[in-house]
């Protein structure tokens, strides 16, 4: 059953040390107490370096001074290294029973060998990534991950380990060694270039928006052709995720912002300032010189710039004049407007039979909510006041409907 003799030799590893027997029951014995004696082992010294592993990390981590350790540690990343002992003890073990005479034992030395390897190949790749996890968390808690995300360059580091733990298993169970197979890599440049094209222009493009400080989470972007108006909520290898402001999430190609326009409104944001642009367009019939009744109400009616309703300047103002000096000095004392840039009322060239003044100045309020409240706030006030200086607004004349 097995060759009359049960045959354990050790090589140089093992000191030389031989084991012979010609009893089938001594046999049974030795193999099942060897079995036994390699996952108590391996159980044992499992449980043991974790504890032990842990117990350090854990009192190095309570430390104000190590925040890395400490998010090293919440994302498991020791727990993961533990079960590098029982492989690696397994893995030494593989020879042992390879050197057995015992039938089915013996075949199973050579393929637990390779297996161990493998598993610490997954080992290490489950603590890798982990760690990588951990690294993202931590620099998450820095001012500058919003203006220098890294989630690319994590992305980019992920798809490196795995192709190493790749090239290591392939080497591990074909037995050769990783350098026969990055020469073949080289040959298949091209393929991979046509495969990853898409993550590898991301991962450039990631590069360029990171290094320019192009874009940051929280930026409000629009991007004309790709239904994306709002604000950038994660920035990643081959894609940037942008919420609309209907709540709507659009998925933009990295590149996609480096070969295309893209409006960034964060210097807006920054500098403190929304610009208001807006024109009010007059019937051109109703400009005129003021009488003296029409500056009679407006002495009574608004706050008017006494120079301007004086008896001798008022004739040189019309009506639409006096309108742009009081919307001129109301925006100048309002509260909410910017006085350290720029802030005029001025007449546009239109070519259509209309006046056309136009409102140009800086808010205060960058917020969209608040932003839109004050504008309306603002023009409505400047459109209701119309009336009293004896003008009208232009407005398109309908084609009217023929009656039956």
């Given amino acids: 059953m097995f060759d009359k003799a049960l045959r354990i030799e050790g090589g140089p590893d093992w000191h030389h040390f031989h084991v012979y027997t010609d009893s089938e029951f001594v046999a049974v014995l030795i193999v099942v107490a060897l079995l036994l004696a390699i996952l108590f082992a391996s159980a044992i010294c499992y449980y043991v370096t974790r504890r032990i592993m842990l117990m350090i990390v854990g009192r190095f981590a309570r430390q104000e001074q190590h925040k890395w350790l400490r998010a090293a540690e919440r994302h498991k990343v020791f727990h993961r290294l533990a079960p590098l002992v029982p492989a690696a003890i397994l893995y ?27 598993y610490m190949v997954y080992t290490l790749l489950r603590a890798a990534l982990a760690f990588l996890e951990s690294v993202s968390e931590r620099y998450s808690h820095f001012p500058v991950s ?4 890294i989630k690319s360059f994590l992305q980019i580091a992920t798809i490196l380990f795995y192709v190493i733990a790749l090239i290591a298993v392939v080497s591990v169970l074909l037995e050769r060694s990783p350098a026969y197979f990055l020469t073949g890599v080289s040959a298949m440049t091209a393929l991979f270039i046509i495969i990853f094209r898409d993550s590898l222009l991301g991962f450039v493009a990631s590069i360029q928006l990171t290094a320019y400080d192009m874009l940051r989470v929280g930026d409000w972007i629009e991007v004309p052709g790709y239904v994306a108006d709002g604000e950038v909520i994660d920035i990643a290898l081959n894609t940037i995720k942008v919420q609309n402001f209907d709540n709507s999430i659009v998925m933009l190609p990295s590149y996609v912002l480096l ?9 807006m944001t920054e500098s403190g300032g929304r610009r208001v642009k807006h024109a009010i367009h007059f019937d051109v019939d109703t400009v005129r010189f003021p009488d003296e009744a029409l500056l009679e109400q407006l002495r009574r009616e608004i706050d008017l710039p006494v120079a301007a309703l004086a008896s001798g300047h008022a004739g040189r103002h019309t009506n639409l004049g006096l309108y742009r000096l009081y919307l001129t000095a109301h925006f100048r004392d309002h509260p909410a407007v910017r006085h350290d840039m720029p802030m005029l009322i001025r007449q546009l060239q239109s070519s259509q039979p209309v006046v056309a003044l136009e409102i140009y100045l800086y808010l205060d309020k960058t917020g969209w909510e608040a932003y839109e409240n004050l504008l309306s706030d603002m023009l409505d006030h400047a459109y209701g006041l119309v009336p009293l200086f004896g003008l009208r607004c232009w407005q398109p004349q309908c084609p009217s409907t023929p009656q039956s």
Wanted: net charge positive.
């Fill in 146 to 149: 919003n203006e220098r995300p």
């Fill in 259 to 267: 070969t295309n326009s893209v409006k960034n409104w964060r210097g």
């Fill in 92 to 118: 030494a073990a593989g020879p042992l029973l390879s050197s057995l005479t015992f039938p089915m034992i013996a075949a199973l030395g050579h393929p637990l060998a390779l297996l161990a390897a493998c």
